[in-house]
């Protein structure tokens, strides 16, 4: 295609990139230079090839030239701005009005991604090109690929979840996160996967006790990774926590041998569900027993997790004030500048 | 005070027990959260070593240089935000005012100016002069124009074209694309909520289903995802709580297990916080983290919470701004992600706003501040919905306010001297919502 040779050269000098202007096959066409007003403000001091390219794309664009040379200009300017989204748009319009070969499209947009994978516009433009051929068979390996670069890649995992979705390629995504996790244990990203798969195919019911295996499983070779306890209490949340029979009785066991910040958050959670949740014939002796374990817990995470101090101690706080008996002698929890202050003394945040 | 510096927590015997505990298990998370640690730690060291009496100082004059500069010129290495100047200005004006720098009347006109070419025909903001219109420049022109506050500022947008331009990216299932032939994701409800509050804008029809989209989007983690069935990620929540603030629905969150998420982003040692789960600390994350929990202080005080602070956020402020103070400061002026990093527009914006609201406790009415270091590190207080100012949130509010709604379709019972709603007062705009 003689609109893709933008090296002349010859045997002593190097090649050069020889501008739009200089090019007799877009003699035809007048340059637009950008408008930014008198006085501009953020003005950008382009390059030479930067406003060389972007001038007659301006070009284009003000007469919608629909042309192989408008196709071949919008990859330079892709490349000195992959984040230009006028410009991604103006090539989807090319390719469908110039009824352009789809696959050479994915070899393009494939390397582009390789190199930019991080950039909103360019995930987007393959999905259009997917959607148009109907085709996901070469996404997940793909995706694959740039995940095993970037294991936690954004945009990688919303292309891929869509793909799998639209496609109803569900089969082997649960090996793929097994694996990840085998890999890292601590990729958040894939716990996420594992919950989204799950969630659309068996669902967590049937599940629920297999799930709850392999987060202990993981909590015990790593205790410190908070992702296993959060997908451990995001997955026993719909039903309660204190729902799951045995479950505290276990937690307590690693809590002498495998304590962290995030097992002690996960105790709370199972003390303040049996309160917000307890039966009829819960005694309220038990449940106080229970609210003084859950304010202990508070107590003791406002001491190791300073950082989340002013957290604990609301939580406390709060806990105490829907569940607390009325009983004189109850003290605000040591350390807490902030007592409890009837509603009526309260400011008003208007 | 000046004289009595506050003992700095990152100095504190104790804090390096608050390093990650990687279990004698091995993965690229552990091996690059401890080098971070690290970095982080050698920072701490050092200005331990040099400064005998630690008073972290904001380096005020240096940032305003940068800022003064990049308003007007910018070099080739920002050909990449060519598609982004609207952000630009707003980054940069965002800024100045946080550090309380006037803005000279000829440069908030020539902004005014450029801005004006930057809006599309068909309604809306581009990315610049000649694109098509987009939701994120869009977002950030009118914040710009509204940080400049004067007439002519208001008058640049086109209210009437920038309704049909959110009807034009508005989706059956209540999402927005971000622009025509774009992609899906919670920021566009953001700024699509953004702009119609503050122009007055607003119609049942805008936002209709927009509520259920973005509900949806809150995971198994508590926090919000960019699409549903993605991880819960900080810019994203932050988008999505914010919109849902404006809307009047933010109840609607399951607010406790959203709390729960945010808190668990700040990191023990760096002080700063994380964008998600088991990832690197990030300074820009100081707002879209540490910004939530102004939103959610409120959100739970609406719901009849009784125990929540009269003086605090519930985050930890003093270590947030020893980090941006500390870790986030480029000595020739801008603030960058995390040390090692380049300094650039949007990493000086958002840990100056995240510094902000770091410093400055409550509202109006219920004030309190803590500024770590020197009193002159105080920065001006920021609006936790729309980050910018509060005074010029309420300014544009009272102007676009007593402009008719276009399309003829008014809010039920309004009329033209309505009182003004900012989202965060006690009338959710979301009342009128079908």
């Known amino acids: 295609n003689k609109y893709n040779t933008r090296f002349i050269s010859t045997d002593k000098i190097p090649p050069v990139f020889l501008c739009f202007r200089d090019r007799k096959e877009w003699a035809d066409l007048e340059p637009v230079p950008q408008d930014d007003g008198p006085n501009p403000v953020v003005k950008i001091a382009y390059s030479e090839k930067f406003s060389d390219v972007y001038d007659y794309f301006r070009a284009l664009l003000k007469n919608d030239e629909r042309s192989e040379r408008a196709f071949a200009l919008t990859s330079e300017a892709i490349e000195l701005n992959a984040a230009n989204y006028t410009v991604w748009h103006y090539r989807r319009v090319l390719l469908q009005a110039l009824s352009k070969d789809l696959r050479e499209e994915m070899r393009y947009i494939t390397a582009i991604i390789e190199e930019q994978p991080k950039n909103y516009q360019v995930w987007h433009h393959r999905r259009m090109v997917v959607e148009w051929l109907n085709d996901p068979s070469e996404e997940l390996e793909f995706i694959a690929d740039i995940l095993s670069q970037d294991a936690k890649n954004y945009h990688a995992w919303q292309h891929r979840q869509w793909v799998i979705q639209e496609y109803k390629l569900w089969d082997d995504e649960l090996d793929f996160v097994e694996n990840l996790l085998e890999e890292d244990v601590r990729n958040n990203s894939a716990w996420n996967q594992r919950h989204f798969v799950i969630s659309h195919t068996s669902g967590f019911s049937d599940a629920m006790e297999r799930e709850i295996q392999y987060c202990l499983y993981q909590i015990k070779k790593a205790p410190n990774n908070e992702s296993a306890w959060n997908y451990l209490k995001g997955i026993l949340q719909p039903l309660g926590l204190s729902a799951q029979p045995g479950l505290l009785e276990r937690v307590l066991e690693l809590k002498q041998t495998h304590c962290s910040p995030y097992l002690l958050a996960f105790l709370f959670d199972c003390y303040e569900d049996a309160l917000e949740n307890s039966k009829e014939n819960v005694a309220e002796e038990e449940q106080q027993k229970t609210l003084k374990k859950a304010l202990e817990i508070c107590q003791l995470l406002a001491q190791e997790d300073t950082i989340r101090k002013e957290y604990w101690l609301f939580l406390g706080r709060s806990l105490k004030n829907k569940h607390g008996s009325s009983d004189p002698s109850d003290e605000p929890l040591a350390d807490d500048p902030e007592p409890s202050v009837p509603v009526s003394e309260q400011q008003e945040m208007s | 005070m000046d004289g009595v510096p506050t003992p700095l927590r990152c100095f504190n015997e104790c804090h390096s027990a608050a390093m990650f505990v990687d279990d004698g298990v091995e993965t690229v998370t552990s091996r690059e959260q401890k080098k971070v640690e690290r970095s982080i730690e050698e920072v701490f060291s050092v200005y331990k070593q040099i400064h005998s009496l630690p008073q972290p100082t904001l380096l005020r004059e240096q940032h305003y240089q940068y800022l003064k500069k990049g308003l007007r010129h910018l070099s080739d290495a920002y050909e990449c935000l060519d598609a982004s100047r609207p952000w630009l200005c707003f980054w940069i004006l965002h800024s100045l005012e946080l550090l309380e720098e006037p803005i000279p009347a000829a440069v908030a006109s020539d902004v005014c100016h450029f801005l004006a070419r930057c809006q599309s025909p068909a309604g809306g903001f581009a990315g610049g002069p000649g694109q098509h219109a987009h939701l994120a420049p869009t977002y950030a022109a009118v914040n710009a124009l509204c940080i400049i506050g004067t007439e002519q500022a208001y008058n640049i947008i086109d209210r009437e074209k920038l309704l049909d331009f959110l009807m034009s990216v508005k989706q059956p299932d209540g999402s927005f694309v971000m622009h025509v032939g774009g992609e899906v994701d919670v920021r566009s409800a953001y700024c699509a909520a953004s702009v119609a509050s503050l122009t007055n804008i607003l119609t049942p029809k805008l936002f ?103 003086q605090r956020w519930m985050f930890e ?36 706003s995240g510094l902000s609201i770091a410093q400055h406790f409550g509202n109006m009415d219920l004030h309190h501040e803590m500024i770590l270091g020197k009193e002159d590190n105080r920065l001006a207080p920021t609006h936790p919905v729309y980050n910018i100012c509060p005074e010029k949130v309420a300014q544009a509010l009272q102007h676009f306010h007593r402009l008719p709604v276009p399309d003829g379709n008014r809010q039920p019972g309004a009329s033209a001297d309505a009182s003004v709603s900012d989202p965060t007062a006690n009338s959710g705009l979301g009342d009128h919502q079908s």
């Open chain 2, 208 to 310: 209709e289903d927009t509520t259920n989209w973005i509900l949806s989007c809150q995971n198994w983690e508590g926090g919000l995802s960019g699409v549903p069935g993605l991880e819960a990620h900080g810019g994203y929540t932050f988008c999505g709580t914010a919109a849902l603030v404006i809307l009047g629905k933010e109840h609607m969150l399951d607010l406790k297990a959203l709390l729960r998420w945010v808190v668990s982003r700040q990191m023990r040692f760096e002080g700063g916080f994380q964008g998600r789960c088991n990832k690197l600390v990030d300074g820009c994350y100081s707002f879209w983290q540490a910004g939530l929990l102004p939103l959610l202080h409120r959100a739970l005080f609406k719901q009849g919470e009784s125990e929540l602070s009269r």
């Open chain 2, 317 to 352: 402020q003093q270590a947030l701004q020893e980090y941006i103070l500390l870790c986030c400061q480029n000595p020739t002026g801008g603030l960058v992600d995390k040390p090692g990093k380049s300094r650039d527009f949007y990493h000086t914006c958002y840990c100056l």
